[in-house]
């Protein structure tokens, strides 16, 4: 099982950018697929993107050109690199790692974008 624990949120204002990070702990994360989801309030938890083991990454139609995820296997940290943020993108971002059955959350870092 893999602990995760995201940070980097807070208010920024619409254009602006913000980077999410996610550590790990607690066993082999190089192996695990990482994802960001985001749950604006009233709505339900959504995919933004993911990265696989092997580097190759998908984004949700909506933040494809803006959002790029990454990783650092060494560090053990998930990274989500938030660009010309749109007030829309107001959301609580969830990291998540994910292993066969292993299926991982950290706890979840505010967004809010707003001028």
């Known amino acids: 099982q893999v602990k995760l624990v995201g940070s980097g949120g807070g208010l920024v204002q619409p254009g602006g950018s913000l980077r999410l990070s996610c550590a790990a702990s607690?066993?082999?994360?190089?192996?695990?697929?990482g994802a960001w989801y985001r749950q604006a309030s009233g709505k339900e938890r959504e995919f933004v993107a993911a990265?696989?083991?092997?580097?190759?990454?998908n984004y949700a139609d909506s933040v494809k050109g803006r959002f790029t995820i990454s990783r650092d296997n060494a560090k053990k940290t998930l990274y989500l690199q938030m660009n010309t943020l749109k007030p829309e993108d107001t959301a609580v971002y969830y990291c998540?790692?994910?292993?066969?059955?292993?299926?991982?959350w950290g706890q979840g870092t505010q967004v809010t974008v707003s001028s």
């Open positions: 607690g066993t082999i994360f190089s192996i695990y697929t």
């Open positions: 998540n790692a994910r292993f066969g059955s292993n299926n991982c």
């Open positions: 990265i696989t083991s092997g580097g190759s990454t």
